[in-house]
């Protein structure tokens, strides 16, 4: 579709020199786009008050001089940003048509986001805009792994990391700054402090001294202040030495660029907490109109007016453009769930001999494997380095791959995830260990509100593998035992799945490496070292996404999957050979997606369905897995379902109380028989 012709005057690049070669038209390039935001914005603000866009907007009026011109500075060829609700005017310039980002706002047909963003959340993923998301803080180790990935490529790109007073009280913020300046990223890190969050004033954020750029020195890294609201050229000037000093030392840098906020936080915002004044003093430093004086002095009143009306003429060509865009269709919204599946990358047929594995050696066989063959691959985690995990899953791989390949991270889960995931998005393929399943929680938010969704979102694929040491039995308490899969499993999360009972363990790391979505890998933790089996390279490794049928039966269809494979096969046996009632034993394997045909067919022979899990038993995986497979089955069904789980607490740390917590042999047998009864 053809869009309104853009005026001339919107180039979207400023070298640095022209501020001194030609500095009326370089002012007038950042006036341009300033103008065309700031009006953009009232517009937006008109629309949406007139009931046309829906939800909320929020403005960024008074903020355009610093995101504009950052945006015009960049080398938007390989640098990485991610910006905030008020640098709607950063947006334009970055990339795409201003009818893009209004056909955005309207969620429309022709929206970025297919209409399933709302307004300024969307970004441009395959231009590094980074899409930003409402917890405040996350986006910006976004920024850094992606910045990191530009570099391990080679691209000598600057990472642009912004966030507001408020959003730097966030420990994500943190996270990265420390993660940055360890890691010598090459980051500008801008606070954008217009001193409120939403209506929280500077002096209810912070004790004390509130230059928030001194935190640059705990991070071991250079920081100032900046004016971004007194002269434009000034700022410029500012911003492009910083930028260019980023660049040629990877050294990250903090800036605290204060700014305004002309408008409330969003448009319901009455701005009844101002202090009296406090408004007309943020009009009076307001960049736009002191920028427009100067250029009239210099260029004349007619040039600047006739900048001014081609400007509107075009800004109201699009708004008429994106109001007459189609309603968005809801058709196809189901299926772009998860990034389409990838084709098989090229594996060596290597271990071409079966090698009798334990499962944690057979992981570190698949990880040193992985680490060989695919030079995106990158392994990180906690302790993984020296020591060799918690587990010792990661022995061994440092010293072989070096720290680049091998990352052994702080003590930051949130912030390393989320680097993770922004090495995913420019073409890595990190594999994360957790210490321990329950600490996954530190990063739910970058998991399960950004990597699982941002597929649908934006489009941009994340082959991110995420590996979790869960389970109870070991005595290790509520704090490393917990089983999380309900907490990912349950709605639109990352595809995960249980580590299978015999050999496959290799092909399953394997599987989830080459997936285009996050994966997460539950392992439990009593298996690593249970026992061996052999492990070759399977060229079916994909299978491991399928349920494998264990035993065979008439009676009941028994479904099960984790360290319970085991305790099942046990209870299996002895009903045959005790009752001499067999059953359809099914190892589910993959909890999402879920692909039940084979188990639906058992169930409609058998018309008898037990499920095993160890999860607790209100809200745990059962549940779904027994609503699923009635739904369809209901008329067939012989008796009611039996389910059987952990206790309703917490994993208890004794064990005596473990042991009464967890499903066991014993009780797993007592509970069919008198269901059997």
Not at 126 to 151: E, F
Request: glycine share 8%; proline share 5%.
């Amino acid at each position: 579709m053809a869009f309104p012709t853009p005026p001339a005057l919107l180039a979207r690049t400023l070298a640095a020199d022209e501020l001194e070669k030609n500095p009326s038209d370089a002012l007038l390039r950042i006036y341009a786009w300033m103008q065309l935001a700031r009006s953009a914005d009232n517009r937006i603000l008109d629309l949406f008050r007139q009931g046309l866009i829906r939800g909320t907007v929020t403005g960024g009026q008074g903020n355009e001089g610093l995101a504009v011109t950052l945006a015009l500075l960049a080398e938007k060829a390989h640098d990485v940003i991610s910006f905030t609700h008020r640098d709607f005017g950063g947006h334009i310039v970055w990339s795409g048509h201003l009818c893009d980002h209004l056909n955005q706002y309207f969620a429309n047909a022709l929206s970025p986001t297919k209409a399933r963003e709302g307004n300024i959340h969307h970004g441009d993923p395959t231009a590094r805009s980074l899409p930003m998301i409402s917890h405040l803080g996350s986006m910006l180790s976004n920024v850094a792994g992606a910045t990191d990935s530009q570099r391990r490529f080679g691209r000598p790109a600057v990472g642009f990391a912004l966030f507001g007073d408020g959003g730097s009280s966030t420990g994500d913020i943190h996270e990265t700054l420390n993660l940055a300046s360890l890691l010598s990223l090459p980051i500008l890190f801008i606070i954008e402090n217009n001193r409120y969050a939403y209506s929280t004033p500077l002096a209810e954020q912070f004790h004390g001294d509130a230059e928030l750029w001194h935190r640059a020195a705990g991070y071991g890294i250079e920081g100032f202040s900046l004016d971004a609201t007194a002269d434009m050229a000034t700022t410029a000037r500012t911003l492009s030495a910083a930028i260019a000093k980023v660049r040629a030392t990877s050294r990250p840098i903090l800036i605290e660029a204060h700014t305004l906020r002309l408008r409330g936080h969003a448009a319901y915002d009455t701005c009844d907490y101002l202090k009296p004044g406090e408004s007309d003093e943020f009009f009076s430093r307001d960049s736009l109109p002191k920028l427009r004086a100067q250029l009239v002095a210099s260029l004349g009143a007619a040039r600047l007016d006739a900048v001014d009306a081609e400007l509107g003429a075009f800004l109201e060509a699009c708004v008429q453009d994106s109001l007459s865009t189609p309603r968005p269709d809801p058709a196809g919204m189901e299926a772009d769930l998860y990034a389409p599946d990838a084709a098989p990358l090229s594996w060596t047929a290597e271990p071409a001999k079966p090698e009798n594995l334990t499962f944690a050696q057979a992981l570190n066989r698949a990880l040193k494997k992985i680490l060989t063959e695919r030079s995106e691959s990158v392994v990180l985690g906690q302790d993984i380095g020296v020591y060799g995990g918690a587990f010792k899953v990661t022995e061994g791989l440092l010293a072989e791959f070096g720290r680049p390949r091998v990352f052994n991270t702080p003590l930051a889960e949130s912030g390393c995830t989320g680097w993770a995931v922004g090495m995913a998005l420019n073409g890595h393929r990190p594999i994360e260990e957790f210490q321990f399943a329950d600490f996954v929680t530190e990063a739910a938010t970058q998991i399960t509100l950004n990597a699982a969704t941002y597929y649908f979102r934006s489009g941009a694929k994340v082959p991110l593998v995420l590996r979790l040491p869960t389970g109870g039995g070991l005595t290790f308490g509520s704090f490393h035992s917990q089983e999380l899969d309900s907490f990912f499993a349950g709605d639109a999360r990352p595809q995960g799945s249980l580590p299978q009972h015999a050999a496959g363990r290799l092909q399953r790391l394997l599987a989830a490496y080459e997936d285009n979505n996050p994966v997460i890998l539950f392992e439990h933790k009593a298996l690593y070292r249970r026992g061996r089996a052999p492990v070759a390279f399977d060229p079916h490794y994909r299978a491991v996404w399928t349920p494998r049928q264990l035993r065979t039966g008439d009676f009941a269809t028994f479904v099960t999957y984790g360290e319970m494979v085991g305790l099942a096969e046990e209870a299996v046996d002895y009903f045959a050979a005790e009752y001499e009632k067999t059953f359809d034993l099914f190892d589910l394997r993959a909890l999402s997606p879920l692909k039940l045909d084979a188990i639906e067919a058992s169930l409609a022979h058998t018309g008898r369905l037990i499920v095993l899990h160890e999860g607790r038993r209100t809200h745990g995986f059962g549940a779904e897995l027994i609503a699923r497979l009635t739904e369809s089955h209901f008329s067939a069904l012989k008796s009611a379902p039996l389910r059987i789980a952990s206790l309703d607490l917490p994993v208890p740390f004794a064990p005596e109380l473990e042991q009464a917590f967890r499903p066991t042999k014993d009780k797993t047998i007592d509970r069919i028989a008198a269901w059997i009864g």
